[in-house]
């Protein structure tokens, strides 16, 4: 058996960095032959630190978000804006800051963009935070008119779990994930607030007639879901229009859900992992009366960020599901039958710790790495050798 | 982020090694901390060539074949017998050889094995070669009455695609599993034949009035289900009783399938892999009116050997099922719910080519490396540290 992979990088420009990932296998057996899908990976831009989430403009730009509370503008060919005016205050600690970055579906026109963000408040107490979502006008190069339409209730103390990503649905309502705060997991049971919910708003923040709990006095409306840990990915699937999500796992248990209204999750009663006390979580979901997860990771890969391909550029993996790993670091792709993970592989594996991916206009796949150094980096089919 | 993966090797005596995999990974985010399990893989016994498969007799000694035509009896502390005599003559080339062992569910009192192998036959053209099975008594370090109970019907020219593995159904019959021979794959959707089939025969090689061909006389009774590639790995499910299999693709495509009676999983008309030529094939299965696997690989592990452990060794990894990787040299651990694949683990990756995993009496696991100085591994929990 004969394996070559190269890793070439060469340096084209002071924020400019090539990598070029090829991997052929070639087997005497035929039977034990393999092959992989060629791409090449480009350093488009670096310099970002700990960039958390990524929305594309019109124009081909993309809005790239740092978690300690800065929002960018980077250019198809890598050029770093300076931070964008008016974000609001972020909490920067641990996990909190500014986190997920969205266009409204009419965007063109209205020049709307949507961020979550750990927001803080400051009590007798110390300062508490939780996650937030704001909408503003996108000016030259500041917000405009900023409305905060979501607030997690209640704050808490502590930097843990704060989700969060933001997805529209095709039907124009925005869902927000959250997480449980670390330190309030049990709350994640109780729909009476918003610790570990999926939230379903429409996008001036007002409650859609037919949320699942509209009519429940104990619950919020603004709840689509609950029994959740902490949702750093969520995407909408193309053709069922569904909402897919991940959510990391204590030790072990990161799981794959598509949240359905109403149904509970099971966090922190049901897990497949271990909570970090090494106190064993009972891992039946269904027999608790729980909801299963579709797919999950033991160990923990730490998933960030998830995309349902659809570009032009890469035909083969047209359908297929990314999701970032931050542990693991590692680029998963899955591809998916109805509601089931038919087969995973693992790209650009022992790499980087992957934030967010997501598709550009012009069909090639994009990736966030998380680090003080962090990249935007831009997968393309390989060229020809 | 701290990693910290040991590999320690120690030689005890002249065929015996101890290998220590212990891993662990720390990290300073409380949201990527990982657990696994873990154990050790001691190599209990080597110097077999190509060990294809292997069977625990009562006594806790083991049955083990070698590709080329031998068998042995391995005791458990790793001694090596001399060739058990009177094995059936077999075509030792390429993918073919002495494959599969199995103990009669009555072994205790009737002392029958069942051997599944390439069989050749010399004709004017050369000799031609399908997989055949045969049951004897064992005696001390012989076969007794040997008798063939299965032919694989017709034999054909070439080394490559002859299945095998032999799995009892808590029914009393036995399921044999088989390969499309390489060069004939376009017959495996031909139920006429045996060729890319699975097998049900009752031990004596007779056929159970309930097989679903037995009504057709176009089709071969024998038949259980059609349209495979190359069967190397078979498990009855510890609650269930169903057969799963896994099958290897071309380039990429290998296939989890639960075979059902009369059913026909789609090789060659559908995969998802690529034919060698590099011409692609449909991978739409269920719309071509064939099964759809529940889980696949591309690119390929080059799966080879299924369990499912139900020991005590290993409380936190009962119902899991296991399956070697040649190809990938490693170990899948995978959960499941009902007829659906939850998540996938590789354990002892970039290792050795696992040909087949089998659990001991004593709940260890055990398996085979494929390679000229083949190896018994067993694997323990870890010892305490």
């Not at 124009?172 to 997480?179: A, Q, R, S």
């Not at 689509?224 to 897919?244: C, D, F, K, M, N």
Request: hydrophobic share 35%; with cysteine; glycine share 10%.
């Amino acid at each position: 058996m004969f394996q070559r992979f190269s890793f070439k990088i060469s340096v084209q420009s002071c924020a400019l960095l090539v990598l070029c990932f090829c991997a052929y296998v070639l087997t005497t057996h035929a039977y034990a032959q393999r092959i992989a899908t060629q791409f090449d990976v480009k350093i488009l831009a670096r310099g970002l630190q700990h960039p958390w989430g990524m929305a594309f403009l019109p124009d081909g730009k993309m809005l790239v978000t740092e978690r300690p509370g800065r929002l960018r503008i980077v250019t198809s060919d890598g050029q770093i804006s300076e931070p964008v005016k008016n974000v609001p205050v972020v909490y920067s600690e641990k996990q909190g800051g500014l986190l997920d970055v969205a266009l409204d579906p009419n965007f063109a026109t209205n020049r709307l963009i949507y961020l979550s963000y750990a927001e803080p408040v400051n009590t007798s107490e110390g300062t508490v935070a939780s996650t937030a979502v704001a909408r503003a006008e996108l000016a030259e190069n500041s917000l405009r008119n900023l409305k905060v339409i979501f607030r997690q209730n209640p704050k808490t103390h502590g930097g843990q779990h704060f989700g969060s990503r933001l997805a529209f649905a095709p039907d124009g309502n925005l869902f927000i994930t959250l997480g449980d705060r670390g330190n309030h997991m049990e709350e994640a049971q109780n729909p009476g607030n918003h610790i570990g919910t999926i939230i379903r708003i429409r996008p001036d923040g007002s409650v859609p007639d037919d949320n699942p709990f509209v009519k429940d006095a104990k619950a919020k409306p603004e709840i689509w879901s609950y029994g959740h840990r902490s949702v750093q990915g969520a995407a909408i699937h193309p053709e069922t229009g569904e909402l897919w999500i991940h959510e990391h796992g204590p030790r072990g248990g990161d799981e794959i859900n598509i949240p359905k209204p109403g149904k509970n999750y099971g966090w922190p009663k049901a897990s497949y992992g271990v909570h970090y006390s090494m106190i064993p979580i009972n891992d039946e979901h269904a027999e608790q009366g729980f909801e299963e997860p579709i797919y999950y990771w033991t160990p923990s890969i730490a998933p960030s960020g998830m995309l349902f391909y659809t570009g032009g550029l890469f035909p083969g993996w047209r359908g297929n599901l990314f999701i970032g790993a931050l542990a693991g670091r590692h680029l998963v792709r899955m591809t998916t039958s109805n509601e089931k993970i038919l087969s995973e592989e693992q790209l650009l594996q022992n790499t980087l710790r992957f934030r967010d991916v997501e598709q550009g206009p012009d069909g090639a796949i994009y990736l966030l790495s998380d680090e003080e150094d962090g990249k935007v980096l831009k997968m393309t089919p390989a060229a020809a050798q």
